[in-house]
């Protein structure tokens, strides 16, 4: 399923530590990104699909190689363990 598709069907805390992937790449949305995104749509969370892109990298809440995680990319449906960039 698409990341706006997981959001409409469980929110957005779903896709804390789900590794995302578009092609080859492999992506987890940073922590503070999602958070602020929450934070965002609090007031309408029905609404919160409507969120377009979000920051992530390869490592977990890793500031240094952050890309644009979109809408389209696709969710795992099973949320792993995942590394985490040291704070």
Known sequence: MTITEAIRKHGLEF??????TNGNQ???INDKDLDA??????DEPENA???RRFY???VRNDPMHCLWIYGSFQVEEVAEATP???S
């Open 56 to 58: 992530g990298s390869e």
């Open 26 to 28: 492999r992506l987890i």
């Open 84 to 86: 985490s960039a040291a």
């Open 37 to 42: 995104a929450i934070e965002l749509w609090e």
């Open 49 to 51: 699909h409507r969120h």
């Open 15 to 20: 896709l804390r530590g789900r590794v995302v």
